[in-house]
């Protein structure tokens, strides 16, 4: 499902937008809510979320200046929906320069929160990613050219159990499951672009367990179906479920194999990130040879353990740079690095900042 949070002052608020939709059937998981500024900013960075729904006029941080703290320096891309009781005209044209998905005035009903989310979700990177791939012509019209504003009707538990089988179960279960999700989707659904939907919020979250294991696709599973525009589009989605279905199970079934120790590996990786870490040594831990670990790593995650170090010290290194006590001395210390400037020429190398640049493009005016 799109995961979502919310970042509003005012608990009655929260408390009705939480309570005035069925999250779950419309293809939405609230994965947090925020009770001021800053508390949003920290949780969107920790959550990486599809969509934000945040109130302008909040504590320490305005929603505003959430949203270019994000689009400035975090690695998070999320849609934002503002919803303010403020109808000054100023505060909209500052968030439609913002590039929001929506601006709604308090009080507002749920058919129109329905309707900007409907806008937000398609406007998410797995959409965007979806809108480069060669999609088959059938399906082409439902990224182009749908203009509808309702959502759909989401099988979430049917989405629960597919991804549990694709890690439990045969390819056979599997596909029973995925054909379950199709026939409910059309079912459910009063028109083919809202079972699309269903369709790449389920695709997406596929998406989403595979980076948990450090994998992702390697085939474009949509370019396997037929292009001809006559096959229906309940077909389509099927047989492209199917695909992306198999290269999920296979990558899967490849990880849990012989991923088992790259998994050991990233787990020492995380809780010793900060000390010198030794191919030797790391190989100890796992009690395999050197060689192999680092084909194995590669293999599995497509990164080098070296690689995979540095990005998990900048991660860290980001979060200490909201410390403004902190020198760049000591968070280069405090992840791992003994030499700072070393440190800034790993930073660059990760994120194509400097630390300082960074840093800075984190910082939000107070006057």
């Not at 398609?122 to 504003?149: G, Q």
């Amino acid at each position: 499902m799109f995961r979502l949070i919310i970042a509003d002052d005012e608990p009655d608020a929260r408390d009705d937008m939480i309570a005035c939709i069925d999250w779950a059937a419309n293809g939405i998981e609230i994965v947090g809510t925020a009770d001021n500024g800053t508390n949003a900013l920290s949780l969107i960075e920790k959550e990486a979320p599809d969509l934000v729904l945040i109130d302008i006029l909040m504590p320490e941080m305005t929603g505003l200046e959430v949203i270019k703290a994000v689009r400035q320096s975090s690695s998070a891309d999320p849609e934002f929906i503002v919803v303010s009781g403020c109808d000054e005209f100023s505060y909209a044209q500052q968030a439609i320069n913002m590039d929001v998905v929506s601006y709604l005035l308090k009080p507002f009903m749920p058919d129109e929160l329905l309707s900007a989310l409907r806008k937000a979700m398609r406007k998410t990177r797995v959409i965007k990613a979806v809108k480069k791939s060669k999609l088959p012509a059938v399906l082409v019209d439902f990224i182009e050219h749908d203009e509808s504003d309702t959502c759909p009707y989401y099988p979430a538990d049917l989405e629960h159990k597919l991804i549990s089988a694709l890690f439990s179960d045969s390819i056979a279960s599997i596909k029973s499951i995925a054909d379950d999700f199709i026939e409910a989707i059309f079912l459910k659904n009063g028109s083919s672009s809202q079972a699309f939907d269903c369709f790449l919020i389920l695709y997406a979250e596929i998406c989403r367990s595979l980076i948990e294991l450090g994998l992702h696709f390697i085939d474009n599973s949509f370019a396997v179906v037929s292009n001809r525009v006559s096959v229906e589009v309940k077909e389509v989605l099927r047989q492209s479920l199917y695909a992306i279905c198999d290269e999920a199970f296979s990558l899967v079934n490849n990880v849990q194999s012989s991923g088992f120790l790259v998994r050991k590996a990233i787990y020492y990786i995380q809780k010793n990130y900060n000390e010198k870490i030794a191919l030797d040594s790391l190989a100890g831990e796992i009690h395999v040879s050197p060689v192999y670990l680092s084909s194995l790593f590669s293999k599995v995650t497509g990164k080098t353990i070296g690689e995979y170090i540095q990005n998990i010290r900048v991660e860290h290194a980001k979060s200490l740079m909201q410390d403004s006590a902190l020198s760049m001395q000591d968070i280069a210390e405090r992840v791992g690095y003994s030499d700072s400037k070393y440190f800034a020429y790993i930073f660059k190398k990760v994120t194509g900042r400097t630390p300082a640049t960074f840093r800075n493009q984190m910082k939000i005016k107070t006057d």
